[in-house]
């Protein structure tokens, strides 16, 4: 499986843009980004997923770098319902979805 | 709300007891995943699903089974209960066999607690 790197915690000021970096150096042509996030114990929740372009939905944009090495998942206004682990991962063509640490975003009052 | 509901909620039973978990997919969707996550291990692939049949199979243990059935509804049998396998237990959902450019839609999970 191609390996993502994430940072293990971040805090974010709420109403401010909570910016969430992944790397993925190991990325292949046709594996595409998601983005997860698990809130406390519920099941994790699909927030986003893109390929090559840049991608944006109700609930967040990805922002994939032009080498594919990166991304960037960006919450433009966090609350504190956004608290919550957030896992980024690279989806390998007939493997399955491989979940890592993540990141443990803490939104602040 | 994901779509995919998961039965029970909670599930305490005692070492050497077997259990079932249930899980309904998204309706449309034609494959069923099971994870399981516990505190030391993270998120961990069981066994995939498709239409009934059985399609990918990850870090599953002999002692545990899956089943989908016509009605595309999934259980995961777990057998001779050790303490280890306390844990969240997910079901997951996707529209496509592969799940490749198709989102995984997972469930509130069952929580088991063997004692």
């Known amino acids: 499986d191609a390996k993502t790197t994430q940072p293990p915690s971040m805090d974010c000021a709420e109403g401010r843009a909570a910016n969430l970096p992944c790397n993925h150096s190991t990325i292949s042509g046709n594996e595409y980004v998601y983005w997860y996030r698990q809130i406390h114990s519920q099941g994790p929740q699909y927030i986003i997923h893109g390929l090559k372009n840049n991608e944006t939905n109700e609930m967040a944009s990805l922002i994939i770098t032009e080498d594919r090495k990166s991304s960037t998942l960006i919450l433009p206004h966090a609350t504190l319902r956004d608290t919550a682990v957030y896992y980024c991962i690279v989806r390998v063509y007939g493997q399955n979805f491989v979940f890592g640490p993540g990141t443990r975003l803490s939104v602040l009052p | 709300d994901s779509g995919v509901t998961q039965t029970p909620k909670h599930l305490i039973t005692a070492t050497g007891q077997r259990v079932t978990l249930r899980c309904s997919p998204r309706s449309g969707d034609l494959s069923v995943y099971w994870y399981q996550q516990s505190l030391d291990q993270g998120l961990q692939f069981l066994i995939q699903?498709?239409?009934?049949?059985?399609?990918a199979k990850g870090n599953i243990l002999e002692r545990f089974s899956a089943q989908q059935f016509p009605d595309l509804h999934s259980e995961l049998n777990l057998s001779s209960l050790e303490l280890g396998d306390s844990a969240l237990y997910f079901c997951?959902?996707?529209?496509?066999?592969?799940?490749?450019?198709?989102?995984?839609?997972f469930g509130n999970g069952t929580r088991l607690t063997v004692t």
């Open positions: 997951a959902s996707s529209v496509g066999r592969t799940g490749y450019n198709s989102p995984l839609h």
């Open positions: 699903y498709y239409n009934g049949e059985e399609r």
